[in-house]
Every structure is written in structure tokens, then in C-alpha cells.
């Protein structure tokens, strides 16, 4: 069972990590990788370790690197992976759009490259995205794969005039992920042992916190606060443009994520 009141917003977010609505696009981005992920997978913006770990419970035979760009983030990360005894993971501390500069150095060609909600931090203009798109095909082995899972816009640039039609797709999603959460956390504290009474209680302060951080994150996707989110033709245009033959590019859901998955020839 999860602590009940997080202290900070990167534990919270580990929880966030673990529910079903995170790990329902994390679940699918990680199988896409089957049967042969290959040697070297990375993870780029791996944050407190969610996907990266699952990663390499998954695939004991790879080797993962979480890449991630802030010191405290990492940290945590690394804690997670030293409780599950993983050696197959590692968390390098660097700024994603510098990976080619890594690998390099490193002498690493990888053999896929994840994206789980992290490729819209990368900022406008969208060849600061593109850029890194030709850096991974260029230093990637042939038959890698590239992966990104991540909300998506409906339309592209211009986004203030197009800002209540992002928030009208968004109205839902708190509520949404009210009612995962409070499920998620019910169950879950009932399995290890709780009363129904405290059980609930804690399902609801979980479900409650989840609701307004998933409203918080909806306005600033909607002003686009940090987050440089594409449409779906954008993104699959990146990874187009580099190279990468697409092999598929669809929606997951209908609160606006999707998946893009490129293979190099
Ligand atoms: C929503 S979290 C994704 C978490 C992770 N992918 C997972 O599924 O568990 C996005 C992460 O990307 C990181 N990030 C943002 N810009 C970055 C950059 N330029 N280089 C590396 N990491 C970055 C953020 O610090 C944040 O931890």
C-alpha cells in the first residue's frame, strides 16, 4: 500500500505512475517492444522510474537507460531501482535533446527508444523535436524501434484561438481519472488488508488529489504552459521525416493520447 499523504509532488507522482490510467498507455508502449526489444533500450524522460522499471522487469535480457534531465527526479528513480534489485537499469542525468552527444561518447547504438508522456516537453520549434528524431535514427541500430506514447492536440500551432476547444476535450478527463484512481486505491488497500472504512477514506483523499492535479495539468496543456504538444500528423511526421518507416500511428483513447511507433529500415 502506497503512503497516504505524499510529502512532495515527485512522490505523488509516483503513485500517478502506478494507476491505471498511466500504465494503460505505458502497458501498450512496452509490448510494442515484443519479441526482440533488443539490447539497448532507452528512455527518454524517465522521471521517477515508472515506465523505465517496467521496462526492465519486462525485458531482463536488455539493458535500460532512463534519461532524464533533473538531478532530484533521478534520485528517486534510482532508489525505486535499488528496491527492486534491478541490474539491467541505469538513470543517466542529462537533457534528452543531447543524447546524440552520449552516445557517441558512450560508443552506444541503441535498439529502441521509448517516449511515455515526455516528448512534448521538448519545445517549439518543432525541428528542436525533429532534430532529436534524426539524431536517434542516425545512431540507432537498423530495425531499432522508436515508441512515443503522449497527449496530443487536435489542431496545430495557434493555439490560443483554439484554446476552449482543447479545454471541452479535456472537461472529462478529471472526472475520469477520479473514478480510476478511487477504484485503483480502493482495491488495492482492501487487498492488503484494510478496513472498508479506512479503505475508503484513503481511496477518496487519493482520487481527490489525482482529480485536481489532472485539471491542473489540462489548462496548462491547454496554454501549452511548458508542453509543446503536436498533433497527431505532426508527430508522425517527425519521426517520418528522420526516416523512420511508420508502423503505426492511431489514437489510444478519447481523452486526446496517442501512439506513434517507427521502425529504421
Ligand atoms: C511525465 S514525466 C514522464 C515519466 C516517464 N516517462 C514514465 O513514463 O514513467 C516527463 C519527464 O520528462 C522530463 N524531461 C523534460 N524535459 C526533458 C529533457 N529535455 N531531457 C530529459 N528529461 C526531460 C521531466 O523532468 C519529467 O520527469
Not at 74 to 103: Q, T, W
Request: charged share 35%; glycine share 8%; aromatic share 8%.
Amino acid at each position: 500500500m502506497s503512503e497516504i499523504f505524499f510529502t512532495t509532488e515527485e512522490e505523488f507522482n509516483i503513485f500517478l505512475g502506478e494507476t491505471e490510467h498511466y500504465r494503460s498507455l505505458q502497458d501498450k508502449v512496452i509490448r510494442l517492444l515484443a519479441p526482440d526489444p533488443g539490447r539497448l533500450i532507452l528512455e527518454l524522460g524517465s522521471g521517477v522510474g515508472a515506465t523505465a522499471i517496467a521496462l526492465a522487469k519486462c525485458y531482463r535480457d536488455s539493458h535500460i537507460i532512463g534519461v532524464e534531465n533533473r538531478r532530484e527526479v533521478i534520485k528517486i528513480a534510482e532508489e525505486r531501482r535499488r528496491g527492486e534489485g534491478l541490474k539491467n537499469l541505469e538513470f543517466v542525468e542529462l537533457d534528452m535533446e543531447r543524447i546524440a552527444d552520449f552516445l557517441r561518447e558512450k560508443e552506444l547504438r541503441p535498439d529502441a527508444a521509448v517516449f511515455v508522456y515526455s516528448f512534448h516537453h521538448i519545445q517549439d520549434p518543432i525541428e528542436r523535436k525533429k532534430q532529436l528524431a534524426r539524431d536517434l535514427f542516425s545512431l540507432m541500430n537498423s530495425g531499432g524501434k522508436v515508441i512515443v506514447g503522449e497527449g496530443i492536440v487536435p489542431v496545430p500551432g495557434g493555439h490560443k484561438e483554439y484554446y476552449s476547444r482543447v479545454l471541452e476535450q479535456e472537461r472529462e478527463r478529471p472526472e475520469r481519472v477520479y473514478l480510476t484512481i478511487f477504484w485503483e486505491e480502493y482495491l488495492r488497500a482492501l487487498e492488503g488488508g484494510m478496513s472498508h472504512k479506512k479503505a475508503l477514506e484513503v481511496a477518496r483523499v487519493m482520487a481527490k488529489r489525482a482529480k485536481k492535479l489532472e485539471r491542473l495539468a489540462g489548462i496548462k496543456l491547454a496554454k501549452r504552459e511548458g508542453e509543446y504538444p503536436l498533433t497527431l500528423s505532426e508527430l508522425e511526421e517527425v519521426w517520418k521525416d528522420a526516416g523512420f518507416k511508420i508502423l503505426v500511428s492511431e489514437r489510444v483513447n478519447t481523452i486526446g493520447e496517442a501512439i506513434v511507433t517507427g521502425i529504421k529500415p
